[in-house]
């Protein structure tokens, strides 16, 4: 009989998965897998149209398509005065996803260990299975996400090889600090550790917060691996096209993997990709005014209806208390999603997925919304939830 490898049996299927089908069983509004129910802008969408009548539609070179790997590069330098070789510092993959995955492998041994703050980012840890390294975890504690220095001091051991930090985070609309850090890159250059960046969020940022790239601290251009993506900034999720940059040591070692996992992604969409970076600030401002908007009238909502929500500082999502909208008889927040989908019609993420399972009890008491919805999906699941206190 064909059995599945013992690699990927402890996996399960993803959380997003699970969520979006009992979601659409029950006809809730769905707040759980952060993918926009509205569209990219107009101007992207005609580029991607003109690049496959343009003939764009063979294998891009392995690395990306030059005017991808240059756009990249000059997003780098208009927005954080980082300094890259579109030749050699830039490396185009299929989303951050890949590019995670590549890095992993390109920069890791088996029996290493990479650390990583928890919540984790799902991909993050099934990634390291898959080869063979050993995640170390420093926990974010609810409900500011700050982390004890201490403990990310004594996550470093002989065995380090590298840290993933994403900042903005998901789940929890972190930011992380200057500090935060400083702190990091001091450990870093003191262990001569590889620092892996996921920034996808970079763009969607509240309240007048500022994005840091850690490739951009002292010491650290040479051992920063920064990945992002089109995905958040473009609305454009389902297009898969990211890139990992940093020092052409780094960008080597990601591509020898990332040669062979897609060896070459979308070409006319990696073209596209390479006119929506070069929209004007406008763009992006534009981009941080809609999102503001709907964190505050989804936070509002869910302030409304009983649950305790700090601020999120940036990304796609707002983590709720929700001890105090819920009957007493949900117990946990695999519970608490089914009950507001069941009861209330309404698709949140149990945060419990971004951890390990002896530990899942930090954030039972949590939910995660998703704000990246039309402002009609935002008033529809603002009527259900208050409900709640009705
Ligand atoms: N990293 C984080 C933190 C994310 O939240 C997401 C997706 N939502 C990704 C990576 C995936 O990015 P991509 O679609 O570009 O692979
Ligand atoms: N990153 C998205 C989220 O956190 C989901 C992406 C996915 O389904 N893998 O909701």
Redesign the pocket.
Known sequence: MPRMANRVAPFGT?I??EINTIARQHGAVNL????PDFDGPPEVLRSAIEAVNAALNQYAPGIGLPMARAAVADHAQRFYGQRLDPESEVLITAGA?EAMFAAILGLSDPDDEIIVFAPT???YVPNMRMAGVRPRYVYLDPPHWTFDPAALEAAFTPKTRAIIVNTPH??TGKIYSPEELRLIAELCQRHDVTAITDE?YEHILYDDQRHTRLATLPGMADRTLTISSLGKTFSV?GWKIGWAVGAAPLVTAVNRAHQFITYSVATPLQAAGAEALRLPDAYYRGVQGDYQRRRDFLLTALRGAGFEAPTPQGG??IIADWRGAAPSSVQDDVAFAQWLIREVGVAC?PPSAFYEPAEKHRVAHLA?F?VCKKDETLQAAAARLAKIRG
């Open positions: 993803t997003f998965a759980g897998q952060g993918a996803t980012y799902d991909s998901n789940p996808v999720t796609y999502f993420i995660r998703a």
